[in-house]
């Protein structure tokens, strides 16, 4: 789940990591002197699209992003400083402990950064003072004792993947973290409910993702609907989306599943690609079937596994494409 | 399971013990199915929030192979198990796993029989239900053995130690390695292969051409973050090592 930045900011206060002065608003606001204001979206990249405004009149600033349709706005104190740099701390997959990311590189994408230095710091010790002395070295900056402690410790407390401070501005009265990039486990949610209430967030990840395309994709099993995403843009189609509809679906999910991804406007026709072990084709069929007739769009199917022949025949006689074959099912689809 | 001739001697689901199931034992805790019997692995299939006690009593039991079906177990459970199960010399297959199956001779998971047959190719996956489609493309050939080592950021067991098991088995001639983005487990096997470590011949298929980045594809191991793990760097990877690459599931055969 990923956090708002003024969120994830909270989070970087309760760590003792310096923030500049702040309030969240979703109305135009009086404000003395030079200010920062940043629209709240979940989504990055909002300092190309113009989201992140320094203004001297911050009413006028928030009534623009107003009529833009925005309705969620952090004002923030005007913070001079010197240098800017990265750093952040996730889970190293590998090493299987901690890591420690900076770059002297701050405040642009981090992916394009020429110079980025990896510190890993095993959980069994934790930071000690030559971890921070040896990023410090790295950035060319003194005084980031509490920025590594706090982002180290909040990755581990909250279970993040990802803390990120980018930039963090290097001032005369230390270290100040500009932005923030907090990104929780989903799967470790549970353990931490006094989060959830705080930010008044519940996890309502399902899995599916949107995409650009046009032609709508649904599997069982992640590796499976991911693969059939790449067929259809191998196949000269476009993916619209990726959900996977797990192992032994039954009737009712599949139903709702069709439903979901055909409700996307950009949906021409969809893509269905079952290979079961267990799923029973026949309770597929009938799902795919029902929702059928609520979406009326084209449905190629590729129905694999336990009563498949069965499961064919019902999409058959109910007008529906069915396939053994998911290239040929695939191939149809984006001919049609 | 047992239909596939795997030996099932014990269950344990706490408070269900003295009980049976389908003629099967089932014990309170572990310890008490290892006193009773010569335990050579344990699957688990706990629930996510119960999954790394389940793991642990398998382990401090002194079963040396625990297979973890469970998904949605929370990464730092993951990351300290697998720690603990290499300290104490044990394997971890998985977590969110199809398990691992011998075609014809065991499974210890939950692979669909139907899709496999005894052969000479040994299979490493990240994905369940894509291993199960390219094994049945190959059913011609057949395997020696599959190992689906999960989708999972981490996991007990990855494609490089799955594909060194292989080098070293007499059963396999050629390694088919089904990989996706995430993570840089296809990159460290290229430079194995690079280095020579590796001699049998690979062939690869990677999902998640298509995958926009910093969005997770189902697997939880599935993001690229900090552009770590991309589709490309991947194939290029393997590209560089010499290694094939098939551009869908259906092109490996031809490889081979």
């Known amino acids: 789940m990923k956090l708002y930045e003024y969120e994830g900011k909270r989070l970087f206060s309760k760590a003792e990591i310096p923030i500049p002065n702040g309030k969240v608003i979703s109305e135009p606001l009086q404000w003395e002197g030079k200010a920062v204001v940043k629209v709240q979206l979940l989504e990055g990249g909002r300092g190309k699209r113009g989201l992140v405004k320094v203004t001297e009149n911050v009413a006028t600033t928030i009534s623009e992003f107003k009529k833009m349709g925005y309705n969620l706005f952090l004002v923030e104190e005007f913070i001079p400083h010197s240098k800017e740099v990265y750093i952040s701390a996730m889970i190293d997959r590998d090493k299987k402990e901690p890591i420690i990311i900076a770059s002297p590189e701050g405040g642009i994408d981090v992916e394009s950064a020429t110079n980025v230095k990896i510190f890993e710091i095993p959980e069994e010790r934790g930071v000690r003072p030559y971890d921070v002395t040896m990023i410090e070295k790295y950035l060319g900056v003194n005084g980031l004792d509490k920025i590594v402690k706090g982002i180290y410790n909040l990755l581990l407390t909250y279970e993040a993947e990802l803390v990120e401070i980018n930039p963090l501005a290097i001032t005369d009265r230390g270290p100040v973290a500009l932005d923030s990039k907090v990104i929780l486990e989903d799967n470790a949610l549970y353990r931490h409910p006094d989060i959830l209430r705080e930010f008044n967030r519940e996890n309502v990840s399902d899995g599916y993702v949107e995409l650009e395309g046009y032609v709508g994709i649904i599997g069982n099993g992640a590796g499976l609907t991911m693969s059939t995403m790449d067929l259809v843009k191998l196949a000269g189609g476009e993916p619209a989306d990726f959900l996977d509809v797990g192992g032994g679906a039954n009737k009712e999910h599949v139903k709702e599943s069709i439903i979901r991804v055909a409700s996307n406007e950009k949906v021409k026709k969809l893509v269905v690609n079952i290979f079961g072990g267990i799923t029973r084709c026949d309770e597929v069929a009938r799902g795919i079937v029902e929702a059928y007739k609520e979406v009326r769009k084209p449905i190629f199917v590729r129905l694999v596994g336990t009563n498949e022949e069965e499961g064919r025949k019902i999409l058959i006689e109910n007008g529906i494409k069915a396939y053994e074959d998911p290239l040929q099912a695939i191939g149809d689809a984006i001919r049609s | ?256």
């Open chain 2, 1 to 256: 399971m047992r239909n596939y001739g795997t030996k099932v001697v014990a269950g344990v689901t706490p408070g269900k013990g003295g009980t049976e199931i389908e003629g099967i034992p089932v014990y309170d805790n572990v310890a008490d199915a290892v006193k009773e019997h010569n335990i050579e692995a344990s699957i688990v299939f706990v629930p996510g929030k119960f999954a790394a006690d389940a793991v642990y009593e398998a382990l401090d039991s002194g079963i040396n192979l625990v297979v973890v079906i469970t998904e949605h177990i929370p990464v730092l459970d993951t990351m300290r198990f697998v720690k603990y199960a290499k300290n104490k010399g044990a394997r971890i297959i998985g977590p969110n796993c199809p398990g691992i199956m011998v075609p014809e001779q065991i499974s210890l998971g939950i692979m669909p029989p139907r899709a496999f047959k005894k052969g000479k190719i040994g299979i490493a996956s990240r994905s369940g239900t894509l291993t199960y489609e390219v094994a049945n493309d190959l059913k011609h050939i057949g395997q020696s053995t599959v190992i689906g080592v999960g989708g999972d950021p981490i996991i007990g067991t990855d494609l490089v130690d799955a594909a060194l098991a292989f080098e070293e088995d007499p059963e396999t001639e050629k390694i088919v390695v089904i990989g996706e983005i995430g993570g840089t487990s296809e990159e460290r096997l290229a430079s194995l292969v690079k280095r020579g470590k590796i001699k049998k011949k690979i062939v690869a298929y990677i999902a998640g051409l298509t995958a926009p980045r910093e969005k997770r594809m189902g697997h939880a191991g599935a993001v690229v973050y900090m552009g770590m793990g991309s589709f490309q760097s991947k194939v290029t990877a393997f590209k560089e090592a010499d290694i094939s690459v098939a551009q869908t599931p259906f092109d490996i055969k031809k490889l081979l």
